[in-house]
C-alpha cells in the first residue's frame, strides 16, 4: 500500500526532529515546527489514515523533541516541554539552553471520529533534562527508548511499558 503525507501549511516551514511510526490506524508523523528554542515552538502530530483524509493535532508551545513509537496497536509520543529552570533555580544563559531545561512528557495516541486524542501520561520521573531524538526499538521482548542529555553528555536508555518509562542503563557520563 502507498501513503503520500501531505504536511499542512504552516506560518513558516521550519520543521526538526521528525519521527515516523504505524499502526492498524495509519502511518503517524510527528515534528516540531516554529523556530528553534523560542515560546512559539510546538509538536504537531499527523496521521495519513490511506483515505486522502489526513489528521492533524497539536501540543502546548514550548514542545519539541518528539519521538513515536508503537506497543501493540497503541501509539506512543514522548516529547520534551521546556521549563527554563533546573532543580537548582539556574537558568539557560543562551536561547539554545533551554534544551538543558526540559522535562519529558508522554502521551497515548487514539482517533476518535476525525480527530487526533493525546492522553496525557504525565512527566517521566526522574528525566529532567534528558531529551528523545532517535527511534525506539524492540530488543529482547522490551522496547528500548535512548534518550541523552546536552547538559553534562551523557546517553540512558529507558524501558517503556504502556507509555511508562524507567531507567534501564546509562553510559557516557564524563
Excluded at 503520500?4 to 492498524?24: E, G, M, V, Y
Excluded at 499527523?46 to 513509537?69: F, I, Q, Y
Excluded at 534528558?130 to 522490551?142: I, K
Aim: charge should be negative; hydrophobic fraction near 35%; aromatic fraction near 10%.
Amino acid at each position: 500500500m502507498k501513503h503520500t503525507i501531505d504536511f499542512i501549511k504552516l506560518s513558516n516551514n521550519l520543521h526538526h526532529c521528525s519521527t515516523i511510526t504505524n499502526n492498524s490506524k495509519g502511518i503517524w508523523v510527528s515534528f516540531y515546527h516554529g523556530s528553534e528554542c523560542t515560546n512559539d515552538q510546538v509538536v504537531i502530530v499527523t496521521l495519513d489514515r490511506g483515505d486522502g483524509k489526513n489528521l492533524v493535532s497539536n501540543l502546548e508551545a514550548k514542545t519539541g523533541n518528539p519521538v513515536l513509537w508503537t506497543e501493540g496497536d497503541d501509539v506512543y509520543l514522548l516529547y520534551s516541554v521546556f521549563r527554563d529552570k533546573d532543580e537548582s533555580g539556574n537558568y539557560p544563559v543562551r536561547p539554545v539552553d533551554r534544551w538543558k531545561f526540559c522535562s519529558l512528557h508522554t502521551a497515548k495516541l487514539s482517533v476518535i471520529d476525525d480527530s487526533i486524542i493525546m492522553e496525557d501520561l504525565g512527566e517521566v520521573e526522574g528525566a529532567f533534562g534528558l531529551l528523545g531524538r532517535c527511534q525506539p526499538v524492540e530488543f529482547q521482548g522490551n522496547i528500548l527508548v535512548p534518550l541523552y542529555r546536552e547538559k553534562d553528555p551523557r546517553c540512558e536508555i529507558w524501558v517503556t511499558k504502556g507509555g511508562k518509562l524507567t531507567r534501564f542503563s546509562v553510559f557516557g557520563e564524563i
